[in-house]
């Protein structure tokens, strides 16, 4: 059964950080793409960072360049997002996706909120 599943979501004050993690089951990880979105509430999902499946090239929205990191450990089959210098438009739903030719998985999402 192929399972995603998201957690470091939360509650932090502009100018924090967090660490999302999504911890993967039931496929091959290292043989797929891995890729973190958001959504922000009444809004479209964009595609946030990206990193190939060995971890070497990686692709990040503009907005958050600099300020987040994606990377994986593929003995773990885990993902991470880290995320610096929050801003309150960082608030959104993220959810992370992998994808290669032989699948295409999402998690359920898990939610993140900048305010003070």
């Known amino acids: 059964q192929v399972q995603l599943v998201e957690s470091g979501g939360g509650l932090v004050q502009p100018g924090g950080s967090l660490r999302l993690s999504c911890t993967t089951a039931?496929?091959?990880?290292?043989?797929?793409?891995m890729a973190w979105y958001r959504q922000p509430r009444g809004k479209a999902r964009e595609l946030v960072a990206a990193?190939?499946?060995?971890?070497?090239?990686?692709n990040y929205a503009d907005s958050v360049k600099g300020r987040f990191t994606i990377s994986r450990d593929n003995g773990k089959s885990t993902r991470y997002l880290h995320m610096n210098s929050l801003k309150p438009e960082d608030t959104a739903v993220y959810s992370c996706?992998?994808?290669?030719?032989?699948?295409?998985?999402w998690g359920q999402g898990t939610q993140v909120t900048v305010s003070s």
């Open positions: 996706h992998a994808y290669s030719t032989f699948g295409d998985y």
């Open positions: 990193v190939s499946t060995d971890g070497g090239r990686t």
């Open positions: 039931g496929f091959t990880f290292s043989y797929y793409i």
